[in-house]
């Protein structure tokens, strides 16, 4: 950044703060489901129910990454992105972040087979991972990477929900907690590779609020899976 | 295959049949300016045009396989295929199948930049190689893998190349020819791989069809760069 012009720097900063706030501000960790998961007040089919659920927006994100990964504009970018597709699907000797997502389900009680056929993913969260990979799939790159920038504030919520789950949970075996583990070192990384490309990129107002825009729908995916999830009547309120 | 129905195995091996023939009746090996390039009959600005024309369609490889591993059906196939991606872009420490291009180029007196500006890619390729990028995003993934089965060939035409430009081409510094020799047991792994996964989801005639008509179209593809390159009048006759 050394030497770029004054206005150049502070356009950087506030586009940054930008999609820092909309992260803070939108992001599910603020939605009625996860407050209630987080204090313990979830009842054990409703975490399966989520498990479940949840699974289906988790074997679209290598889908979403190949197409961000086929529109990125050097090899430099695509070597950063593909680890995000090897994080997930895993490689020779080493177990992916799907697999452990279904470990978290045999360790709550859901059988591999019950996420895998899919039966009990609902139409509006199968609605919102379809909105999402056709995201990646349609708008300029650097929409699709400003979208996975909830990864901002994903690590300190997997910190939370690891301590969520040992005390409140304790009949889900431990071990299955993996997945989040792995995401907090993952999810910094990413987070910091993808705001990089994204600030060198978004260089004029109509490019940096429509890296905000990305977010902000982003984040309203999310969100939709939770209310879609949420079997309590105030779930989809939101005030 | 053991205890498949004898129908199944006589089919399989007529489609692997219909497979090969394609191949060697069709693939670029037998286009007139590969005959000449591999019977030293090119001069310094064909092979230098060649190459240039050639890297447009090179550098597409993991734009249209990151396209094929958005669609691949299970993490067990995308964990193949990402391979492709990594073998063309390289790794932290490995230099990948792009780069060794552009070091051909060097080695063939191309300046690299005139590689990456793209200023002497000819229409026609641009549109050749959009069709191929096109229906691996467009056309269901057993077709996009079964377009790649010019692998099938490509070993045996790598060594060729590696000799006829030893012999005709002693201009173009020998360690330029690295591209070539990756290829031979790169590409025979990848064929074998694509091969696999074709023959065990087309399963009906329409199906086997449609595999041996995505070969055929990708041929085409690669025999009309070379006729676009092609400078000699005869170039683009085919009898």
Redesign the interface.
């Known amino acids: 950044v050394t030497g770029a012009p004054p206005g150049q720097d502070a356009s950087h900063e506030a586009l940054v703060d930008a999609l820092r706030r909309t992260v803070e501000q939108q992001y599910h960790h603020l939605h009625p489901f996860n407050l209630r998961m987080h204090a313990g007040g979830l009842a054990r089919e409703e975490v399966r129910r989520w498990i479940v659920n949840r699974y289906h927006y988790q074997r679209h994100i290598?889908?979403?990454?190949?197409?961000i990964?086929?529109?990125l504009p050097s090899?430099e970018a695509?070597?950063l992105w593909?680890r995000r597709?090897?994080d997930?699907?895993?490689?020779?000797g080493a177990e992916?972040g799907?697999e452990a997502w279904l470990r978290l389900g045999e360790a709550a009680g859901v059988r591999r087979e019950a996420m895998e056929d899919e039966e009990r993913v609902l139409p509006a969260v199968r609605f919102a991972v379809d909105a999402y990979v056709n995201f990646c799939?349609l708008r300029p790159w650097p929409e699709a990477v400003a979208a996975s920038l909830t990864e901002l504030l994903a690590p300190a919520l997997m910190e939370e929900r690891i301590a969520a789950f040992r005390k409140h949970y304790p009949w889900v075996d431990p071990e299955g907690l993996d997945y989040f583990r792995r995401r907090v070192s993952q999810g910094e990384r990413d987070a910091g590779e993808a705001l990089a490309l994204v600030t060198d990129v978004a260089r004029t107002p109509p490019e940096r609020a429509a890296a905000v825009a990305a977010l902000r729908f982003k984040c309203q995916v999310l969100w939709s899976l939770l209310d879609a999830i949420d079997t309590s009547p105030q779930g989809s309120r939101r005030d």
């Open positions: 290598p889908v979403k990454d190949g197409l990964l086929a529109k090899r695509r070597r593909i597709i090897v997930q699907d895993g490689s020779a992916g799907l799939r």
